[in-house]
Structures are given as C-alpha cells and as structure tokens.
C-alpha cells in the first residue's frame, strides 16, 4: 500500500517567497532595522538614521554608502507592517514577472536617480535661499522610491483597459504633492515612478515565471 502525504500546509507560502528571494531579503533588513530604531534610545535612533540617510551632507561625504544604506531603513518602525503590505503587492510581483536581475536593476536605478536628482535640486534652493541650510542634514530615506518604480513598471503586466486605469491613478497619486507645491521627496517619488515607466524595454520578452 502506497502512503499518500499530504502537502505541507507553508508550501504555499514558501514557494511565494522563493520566487522573489530579492524582495523578502530587501524586506527581512528592513524589519531587523526598524527593530534597532525601535528598541534604541531617543538620540542614538536620530543618529542612525540621520548616518543612514541620504540627504546633502551624507551624500558629500559617503555617496556610496548613502546611497546603499538608505535602502535599508525607514523612519517610523511602526510603518513596518504598511511596508510589508506594499513589498508584497508591488515588488514581489515584479520580481517574479521580470526576474530578480531585471527587478533590481530597475528598483536601484530609480533609487539612485531619484534620490540624486532631487537632493541636487534642494541642494540649488539652499544655494538659492529658497530653503534653509539645515535641510542639508535633513532625514531621507529612500525606501519608497524603489516601490514607486516597481508601481510604475508592474503598469505593463496589466492587461486592456486595467492597465490604463491603473496608469491614471498611479500617475495621480504621485503626481498630484508636485502640482500642490509638494516637497522634495514627493519629487523623487514622481522621478522614481518615471524611470519604473520607461523600463518598458526590460519587460519584453519575459518568460513567465509564474507557475
């Protein structure tokens, strides 16, 4: 007699996880940092996130480390759990559509891009005095700019006319802070979903990984 077994009930689950490694990686560091800032005393949180930031001053002085290190962090450890939502409904889809390669290379991009552009473009109203100097040392923390690209490419896994519905609200979601005189973050956030819109080229001819 041959002995059925039946599936294990996390199976499911594991197999989710394992099709975007990336994305619950990305998300595991961001829950064990967000720990850090919880449990640390009032002034050593402000300074790891003010060292992890990157804002003018750390990116002067650590570009690359500014860069890397305010992927990994966010302000309220409280917004964790909204976090976990958002990786599971935006990246992970993403990453198991496109690949983890092709996922990253866009998520970093629009990190990058997003967070260089408009730190430059405070960096000119201080010059300007059209800010204070003190935003120089200002907290940004550049963990949503990857979701903003990963909304603005998953547009392209949408069939018909879902697709431009879709379009039509992220567009006004992350555009609607600029046209009422929103602050620099909101502009990263529109760069970010811009450089997610013009991957189209890297979502040609994926092979479905969805099984």
């Known amino acids: 007699m041959v002995a059925h077994t039946e599936p294990e009930p996390s199976r499911p689950l594991r197999s989710w996880i394992r099709s975007s490694p990336g994305t619950h990686i990305w998300l595991l560091i961001i829950a064990v940092t967000s720990v850090i800032v919880a449990i640390a005393p009032d002034q050593v949180d402000s300074v790891l996130l003010h060292r ?3 804002n003018i001053n750390q990116l002067v002085k650590y570009p690359v480390r500014a860069l890397v290190s305010s992927a990994f962090w966010i302000v309220n450890p409280a917004s964790l759990a909204l976090y976990a939502v958002l990786f ?17 290379l866009i998520v970093a991009t ?6 260089l552009v408009s730190q430059k473009i405070l960096l000119t109203a201080i010059q300007d005095h059209r800010a204070p100097h003190s935003m120089t040392h200002v907290v940004d923390i550049g963990v949503s700019y990857g979701l903003a690209a990963s909304i603005g490419v998953l547009t392209y896994r949408l069939p018909g006319p879902w697709r431009w519905l879709y379009l039509a609200g992220a567009v006004a979601f992350f555009g609607m802070p600029l046209v009422t005189g929103g602050t620099f973050t909101d502009l990263g956030h529109a760069i970010a979903l811009s450089v997610g819109l013009l991957s189209w080229p890297l979502t040609r001819n994926v092979v479905s990984r969805e099984t």
Not at 110 to 115: D, F, L, W, Y
């Open 110 to 115: 629009a990190h990058v891009v997003a967070t």
């Open 52 to 54: 992890n930031s990157s």
């Open 88 to 104: 599971e409904v935006f990246h992970a889809p993403v990453e198991r559509w496109l690949g983890t390669l092709r996922w990253l």
